[in-house]
């Protein structure tokens, strides 16, 4: 790697905030320090490492905090971040420097008053209980037997009249505070709060009680600086610190939210609800192995909830443990047999396996203990045949129908009304029930598909200078890729391959494409150019394609992984890995288009299917990409069309597997006895020998597909 210089500079500021953001702060750390060694006096690096070391109260936090603040005296959010981590965790002389150096800059009146405030607020000494001050201790008594009793008007009452009499009772004008909260009184709550914090600062639950208040009427931000202060005046912070980190996720700072998880968990290891909290945000952050071993943790801590159970096993199922998935179902379900949402995973879990009747039977159930709940009835209807007489489709219609059933609840039942229409034969009403269910969903999800095009052109600019070669250092890891639009038939030709005896199905990994985009989209999420890559990034993107899959299939020999956005970045793949293979699977664009709108995909992906325009317009799009790597990796993929293989499955199977460069097997001509477990909307069809029924089916509905077919064709672009 060539030395670094000046230049390097703001691409490094770039990689470092992408990683900071991202939780990976020893790698944010190491960017941050480059910068320094070249620039020492740099105001955004010694800001951003600041901000960073005081998550673990480093006292280094406090010198690169004041260094930034001297060197950009006009940045508000630099005195925020060093009176904060003085104030946290500073000695006197920490807070009175940053006092002194504040005063100096001349700061507006407003910002100077509010970092004397805090760092006054963070020489308080912690006290465990608050002042009663002149107070009667008869009154005092009386005033916490009312609210303990539950008399939250006889307590407000009560804490006026001790405060008018006593005036630095701290300690009433908490419970007036919490009393008028119990009222639905958050705003007249809050002044108690404020003035009992002034009375009483070191007193934690004085500040906690506080920032509740603010988050009630909504005022997040201003949450904050209370928080801050209840968790380090606490001697068991993990509560504040709790609602610290819920906050800030809530603003949009997951780092932050992380790091405070993290001083939580540290501070108090058997806290069951922080571990619990920190896999709930790791989850979020697709960080999948810290999201398990944080729910583990919570159990470990005392957590025997079902809910830790549904959440446990939906994480090792993102991480492709099914087996330890279906435990941590049985295992909730042996708590709570009775839950609702765990039946219906486990249903879900049931029917990926092919086993159809047992998982009607959970679903049934949950649909009698939750019958509001839409999302059961469309989970069931895709593996269910409906038949004229079942109770359910009358439920379904009865719901679907009435005014008062929440528009998540009528989207889903949409889609199972639409499905159960299928079954019955009754073409004519599908539309009935996709057109106002998709319209539901476009309402929940909005999407612009100017971000698409935005995507496209990133991609494009990227590899315009790409040519297909070899990373110095990639693995020879040999995966095959089968990718295409969602419903072309790509879970069918992934099927075929992994009924090989030398393949493994991985289904949708989601791991290529991610990794990718580590790379290729730097902080702001722009696209770097090929060019501008360093080999050893490729080569380490495939390195990290390779350890993940090995976790999750440590057995495989080789594995097939239909992650359906592969097509987007198969130069860069190729590269990292030389030895894989693709195939491109493609279908009639109609026949695509109405199997896409007829169901719903996994939360915030494929936002693009619910309009039937974008819809179009994004297929479009698909055909650019494939014609764009069919330019650039000559010979790169295998292009196998839907609707040959269902007319010639053998002639089309062999040249398949020829493609993936493997011998013959004759079980990929019997690929619906494949046992392995499925993650498809195609839950049913794929356990069926090849059918034609879903060829030309796009025919009945030309009219209803019309806005579709003139986006495609480009009449209505």
């Known amino acids: 790697m060539l030395p670094l210089n000046p230049a390097h500079l703001p691409r490094l500021l770039t990689e470092a905030l992408r990683l900071h953001e991202a939780g990976r702060l020893p790698e944010a750390e190491e960017r941050y320090r480059s910068m320094l ?103 005092v008594k009386a005033l916490l037997t009312d609210y303990q009793a539950g008399r939250m008007p006889a307590a407000e009452r009560r804490a006026l009249a001790i405060l008018k009499a006593a005036p630095d009772c701290a300690l009433a004008a908490d419970v007036l505070g919490n009393a008028r909260m119990a009222l639905g009184q958050p705003a007249t709550a809050l002044a108690a709060f404020q003035r009992a914090t002034a009375l009483e600062p070191g007193w934690p639950d004085g500040h906690l009680h506080l920032a509740q208040a603010l988050l009630a009427l909504g005022r997040p931000a201003e949450a904050l600086d209370p928080l801050g202060r209840a968790a380090s005046l606490s001697r068991k912070p993990a509560r504040a610190l709790i609602l610290l980190a819920v906050t800030l996720a809530r603003l949009g700072r997951p780092a932050q939210a992380l790091a405070a998880l993290k001083r939580a968990v540290a501070a108090e290891p058997d806290h069951a609800e922080a571990h619990l909290q920190l896999g709930i945000l790791q989850t979020d952050l697709r960080n999948l192995a810290e999201a398990e071993a944080a729910f583990r943790a919570a159990e470990a801590a005392g957590n025997r909830s079902a809910d830790l159970q549904l959440r446990l096993g939906q994480v090792r199922l993102l991480r492709g443990d099914e087996a330890g998935a279906d435990a941590a179902y049985d295992k909730g379900l042996a708590r709570e047999p009775d839950h609702a949402m765990l039946l219906s995973r486990k249903g879900l879990l049931l029917q990926g396996r092919g086993a159809f009747a047992e998982a009607e039977a959970l679903l049934r159930r949950a649909i009698a203990l939750a019958p509001d709940r839409g999302e059961f009835y469309r989970i069931l209807s895709a593996s269910l045949k409906m038949t004229p007489d079942d109770p359910l489709l009358a439920d379904m219609q009865r719901r679907f129908d009435d005014p008062a059933t929440p528009e998540a609840d009528r989207m889903h039942l949409g889609f199972a009304l639409a499905k159960a229409m299928d079954d019955l034969k009754r073409p004519e009403s599908l539309f009935a029930y996709l057109h106002p269910a998709n319209r539901l969903m476009r309402k929940a999800h909005p999407y612009d598909i100017a971000t698409r095009r935005a995507e496209l052109d990133g991609i494009f600019r990227t590899f315009a200078d790409f040519t297909p070669a070899p990373a110095p250092g990639a693995t020879d890891y040999a995966p095959v890729f089968v990718t295409g639009m969602p419903r072309s038939g790509t879970t069918l030709v992934e099927q075929i391959i992994a009924s090989h005896s030398r393949m493994t199905g991985a289904g949708e990994a989601g791991v290529a494409a991610r990794e990718v985009q580590k790379v290729v989209l730097d902080a702001e999420g722009r696209h770097r150019r090929w060019g501008d890559i360093p080999p050893e990034e490729v080569a380490a993107m495939g390195h990290r394609y390779e350890a993940e899959m090995r976790r999750r299939f440590p057995d495989a020999a080789q594995v097939t992984d239909k992650s359906i956005q592969t097509h987007a970045w198969m130069g860069f793949i190729a590269s990292a890995l030389p030895k894989a293979k693709f195939v491109v699977v493609r279908r009639d664009p109609r026949d695509t288009a109405l199997s896409i709108y007829r169901n719903v995909f996994a939360e915030n992906t494929h936002l693009y299917a619910y309009d039937l325009r974008d819809l179009g317009l994004y297929f479009r799009m698909f055909e650019e990409l494939i014609d764009f790597w069919r330019e650039k990796l000559p010979g790169g993929f295998h292009e196998i069309q839907y609707e040959d293989l269902v007319a010639h499955p053998e002639e089309e199977s062999r040249r398949l597997i020829a493609a993936c460069g493997l011998p013959w097997e004759d079980a990929c001509l019997n690929f619906h006895e494949n046992t392995r477990r499925v993650q498809t909307l195609s839950l049913y069809q794929v356990r069926q020998p090849i059918y034609r029924s879903s060829t030309r089916a796009w025919e009945r509905h030309a009219a209803d597909l019309k806005e579709f077919i003139d986006a495609l064709e480009g009449t209505n672009a």
């Not at 005081?54 to 950009?72: F, N, Q, S």
């Open 37 to 139: 060694a070249l620039a020492p006096d740099d105001a955004a690096a010694s800001f951003h490492l600041g901000r960073l070391l005081a998550t673990r109260r480093a006292p280094e936090a406090l010198d690169r905090l004041g260094r930034a603040a001297r060197t950009r005296p006009q940045e508000a959010a630099v005195w925020q971040a060093w009176s904060t981590a003085a104030a946290t965790f500073g000695d006197s002389a920490a807070r009175q420097s940053v006092i002194e150096t504040a005063r100096e800059a001349r700061l507006p009146a407003l910002l100077l008053q509010q970092i004397e405030g805090r760092l006054s607020a963070g020489q308080a000494k912690p006290v465990a209980q608050p002042r009663i001050g002149r107070a009667a201790p008869a009154e």
